[in-house]
């Protein structure tokens, strides 16, 4: 999705699908700081703003990042195990 196609005001379920995570993993980031805080626009309603989501999800690393990423941080680990 492009920031054209998106809303002004995402939900945590939007979230997720533009960004690839679960809804669970949407709550767990905005809490860590790894994407922007939600705004509450009512007493019952969440939602982030599209615009920070596009901009976000257009800089996000790919999969294929992340997967190298992880890859480089378990063997750092195991090479401080002894054998």
Do not use: F
């Amino acid at each position: 999705m492009d920031s054209a196609t998106l809303p002004q005001y995402l939900t945590d379920n939007e979230v997720g699908r533009v960004l690839g995570i679960s809804r669970a993993s949407v709550w767990r980031w905005a809490k860590s700081g790894r994407i922007p805080q939600p705004r509450k626009i009512g007493e019952n309603t969440t939602r982030w703003d599209g615009l920070e989501v596009a901009e976000l999800a257009r800089n996000a690393p790919t999969t294929s990042d992340q997967d190298r990423a992880r890859g480089r941080a378990r063997a750092m680990a195991g090479r401080g195990k002894a054998a």
